[in-house]
Structures are given as structure tokens and as C-alpha cells.
């Protein structure tokens, strides 16, 4: 795949793995001839050091996975070392990983909506749909605490047709009692945006539904643009008709 791993005998104070990690990133930024062309790499990096961040070579490799992670959300090509707040991710992908699958199946995901109100006139001018996770045992859980985990391991897609499924169904029950002016704008993953599927889910969504689609606004962020123009203008051409 595209994941290596350098593994770095060390003592304190007489070598930096935070150096040398950017070295090898330096290295593989150097153009590689492939006769007639010139390639061009960048990698990102995440450190993890034992025994201070893990006591067991899985545990070791999770954490330095997950700081990886980080270094590419940070807009990649970059060196990140683990850290508490990582440590804190790594216990919520081992606690909620597993239990989020049957989550979604079992609706215990929520749908929370706050207005969104005009400056002029004080009005309400449309919702946002914030997902949230009722678990029977933690209590009521942010997306801060599980938005990632469902990214990392392959969920995404699924929670994000829940939300938006969801959505149309509440839009749905509003426009029965008579509010036909107001809309519900949601965000959607770069996942779900690059998949060829995605236009007709959000088609079949609004149909089965039976709402208008000037009803949903589809919230786009910056990144999942940047991963694929081209895709990404051709789905946008797509919902926007």
C-alpha cells in the first residue's frame, strides 16, 4: 500500500526522531526519473516513541498510525509526534470503533438542529443538522468524538447517508405541518462527495421523502474540493441541477 514503517533504536538526548523524521521527508520530496518524466512525492509522518507513548509493538503502531493521520489533516508533508490529545483519539477508536457500526443500524444516532437566524430581522432563516450519538452507557456523544473514528476506519459514508436521510425526513414532516419556507443545510465528507453514487443518494433521499430539494443545502469544505477538481465540479454540477 502507501504506509512504511521505520522502526529507530534510540537513546535520549543522543538522537532526535523528531529530525530525523524530517529528514526522510526532506529526502522524499527529491524528484524521482522515470525516464522521460520527473516524479514528485511528499509523505507524512507521525512519530511514536516507546516507552513513553506505548509498551507493546501494536499499541506503538496504532499511536505513530494515528499521528500520521494528524500530520495529513494538518494539510500533509508534514512530521507530527504523538501526543495526550492523540492518546485520547486512540482510546475513543478502541471504545466506539467497534460499537459504531451497529450504532448507525440501530439508530442510535441523533439529529440536532440549530437555526440559523437573520442578522436584520431576527428571523429564522433555515437549520443545521449536527449529528450526535445517544449511547445507552456514555450518555449523549459530540461529533467531535466520533466523526474521526468513523473517517478512520471506513464508516463515514454510511453515517453520512443516515444523517442526511434522517434529514429528509424531519424536512419531510415539517413541510406536512405547513413550513415550506425554511431549509436544512447538512455537511457532507469528501468519502461521500468523491463517491460515483453519491447525486442519487441524495435524489432518492429527497424522493423517497417527498421534498422539494430547495429544501437541503449541502454543505462542501475546502479540502474535500482540493482532494479531486475535477470530481468534485462534476458532482457539484450534478446537485446543483
Excluded at 439508530?107 to 437555526?115: A, D, I, K
Excluded at 450526535?132 to 454510511?158: H, K, M, Y
Excluded at 453519491?198 to 429527497?206: C, H, I, Q, T
Amino acid at each position: 500500500g502507501d504506509e512504511f514503517v521505520v522502526l529507530v533504536p534510540f537513546v535520549e538526548g543522543e538522537f532526535n526522531p523528531q529530525a530525523f523524521a524530517e529528514q526522510i521527508r526532506r529526502r522524499m520530496e527529491s524528484p524521482l526519473a522515470v525516464l522521460p518524466y520527473s516524479l514528485y512525492f511528499t509523505c507524512s509522518i507521525g512519530i511514536a516513541e516507546f516507552p513513553e507513548n506505548a509498551h507493546s509493538p501494536t499499541d506503538l503502531l496504532n499511536c505513530a498510525e494515528i499521528a500520521a493521520t494528524r500530520a495529513k489533516r494538518r494539510g500533509r508533508n508534514t512530521v507530527m509526534a504523538f501526543t495526550n490529545e492523540h492518546a485520547a483519539e486512540l482510546r475513543d477508536r478502541m471504545a466506539l470503533g467497534g460499537r459504531l457500526r451497529d450504532a448507525i443500524i440501530n439508530n442510535e444516532l441523533v439529529l440536532y438542529y440549530q437555526p440559523q437566524v437573520s442578522g436584520q430581522n431576527g428571523r429564522i432563516t433555515g437549520m443545521e443538522a449536527l449529528v450526535r450519538w445517544q449511547t445507552s452507557d456514555i450518555g449523549l456523544l459530540p461529533p467531535a468524538r466520533f466523526i474521526r473514528v468513523a473517517e478512520e476506519l471506513g464508516l463515514v459514508v454510511q453515517l453520512g447517508r443516515w444523517v442526511l436521510e434522517a434529514c429528509c425526513r424531519q424536512l419531510a414532516r415539517w413541510l406536512a405541518a405547513g413550513h415550506d419556507d425554511i431549509s436544512v443545510s447538512l455537511n457532507v465528507s469528501s468519502q461521500q462527495l468523491l463517491r460515483p453514487t453519491f447525486v442519487e443518494e441524495v435524489r432518492e433521499a429527497l424522493r423517497a421523502a417527498g421534498v422539494p430539494p430547495r429544501m437541503l443545502e449541502i454543505e462542501i469544505t475546502e479540502n474535500a474540493v482540493v482532494e479531486n477538481v475535477v470530481r468534485m465540479q462534476e458532482t457539484v454540477t450534478e446537485l446543483k441541477a
